[in-house]
C-alpha cells in the first residue's frame, strides 16, 4: 500500500506539471460560445459588386485594422478582441469618408492568438482594399432625395 507521502507528491507533480503546461490550449469552443464578449459566429455578410466593367479605380491596398485583447488562463475573457473595433480602425486607416462612392473588396478576416501559461492574447485582425467607383461618361449624377 502506498504512503500518504508518496500520493502526495504523485498528485502534487501532476498538478505543477497541469500548471507549467498551461490551461490555454484546453480553451473549447462549446466553452467559450457561453462567456459574455465571446462569439462563435463569424461575419457573416456578403454584398455583390461587380468589378469586371473597368468602372472602379485601385485607391489603397491591404489595409489593416487590429484589435487586440487579453484572456485569463485562456477562456476568462478580461478584454475582449472584437470585430467592430477592427473594422473601425480599418475605415480609419482607410481614409474613408461617407458619401463617396467607395467600398472595401478581398476582405480577410483573420482570429489569431498567443497562449502563454497563464493568459492568452487573442487578435482579429482584417485586411482589405479600397475601391472608389467613377461614373460612367454620359451618365447623369445621381439626385439626393431629401431635395
Known sequence: MPSFRLMFTFFAGCGLAMLLTGCAGMAATSVLSVLPGVSSQDLRNQTDVKLSEGNFVLVKTNVVGQSRGFALLGFITIVPAEFNTAF??????????????QTLTDIAIERTGSYWILF???RCTVRADVVQFVPE???KPATDPRR
Open 88 to 101: 473601425s480602425r480599418l475605415y480609419a486607416q482607410a481614409g474613408m469618408e461617407s458619401g463617396q462612392a
Open 137 to 139: 461618361t454620359g451618365a
Open 120 to 122: 492568452s492574447l487573442p
